[in-house]
């Protein structure tokens, strides 16, 4: 499966994003998949994620209430929309999907639960 991240920028603190992660290949609706983020200097830590029964999702506590992760099967697409920005979120946003193994109505939140991974889009939030 193969992963391609778009929609980061430049915004102001307050602002919104949505980024989208177009996934080529295989079963889009067999995957769980989630979002990541990796700031400069930091490692790369969970963001958002939702099961292959799209009937859970789960989000890291700073982001719960601000980001939300959803899916449109017809365009084989995942979008993260990130609402009320801080610049605490400015990173390199990453994709990422489970193909083979995972449980139907699990969340999973561990960078080394994912096997593909997108390229990653830069998100940088000014003050």
């Known amino acids: 499966v193969q992963l391609q991240a778009s929609g980061g920028g430049l915004v102001q603190a307050g602002g919104s994003l949505r980024l989208s992660c177009a996934v080529a290949g295989g079963t889009f609706s067999n995957y769980a998949i989630g979002w990541f983020r990796q700031a400069p200097g930091k490692e790369r830590e969970f963001v958002a994620a939702?099961?292959?029964?799209?009937?859970?999702?789960r989000y890291a506590t700073s982001m719960q209430g601000r980001f939300t992760i959803s899916r449109d099967n017809d365009k084989n697409t995942v979008y993260l929309q990130m609402n009320s920005l801080k610049p605490e979120d400015t990173a390199v946003y990453y994709c990422a999907a489970i193909e083979r193994g995972a449980a139907w109505g699990t969340v999973y939140i561990r960078v080394s639960d994912y096997d593909s991974w997108g390229q990653g889009t830069l998100v940088t939030v000014s003050s």
């Open positions: 939702d099961s292959r029964s799209q009937r859970s999702a």
